[in-house]
């Protein structure tokens, strides 16, 4: 698949060079955690793309957020380095292909916007065929 990108000599150096810094090589279920620990990333131990977050927010903008709700499955907070999952993601497998997606555009340069976002155009229909989108 990589070979299919102008950009996928690189993806796969970064990738290998976290992997190496995770001691993730030959560890299987692959080490999420490990892996989101050696990029200096962590878990938001509570997310702001769960309802509960919208608590307090004044009830124009609650109504604005609320149309998003479905539409965006996880984000990566540049500033506190946190990666935020949607609680609807249930199955365990999605979520952490969505955690482990957000890791990647952390460590790729040109995904480096903080408003960077993926979406049924932008994510490979590899990733499609395996029932996980971003």
Do not use: N
């Amino acid at each position: 698949m990589l070979e299919d990108l102008e950009s996928g000599a690189e993806i796969a150096h970064r990738a290998e060079r976290l992997l190496r810094a995770a001691d993730a090589h030959e560890r299987l279920p692959t080490p999420v955690e490990d892996i989101v620990a050696a990029a200096e990333l962590q878990q938001a131990k509570e997310s702001w793309l769960a309802e509960s977050a919208l608590s307090g927010v004044p009830a124009y903008l609650a109504r604005k957020i609320e149309r998003l709700k479905g539409r965006v499955h996880a984000a990566l907070d540049r500033k506190t380095r946190e990666i935020h999952i949607s609680p609807h993601i249930e199955h365990d497998g999605q979520r952490r292909f969505k955690t482990l997606h957000e890791v990647g555009h952390d460590i790729l340069d040109w995904q480096r916007d903080a408003g960077y976002v993926d979406d049924q155009h932008t994510l490979s229909w590899r990733t499609r065929c395996h029932g996980a989108h971003a």
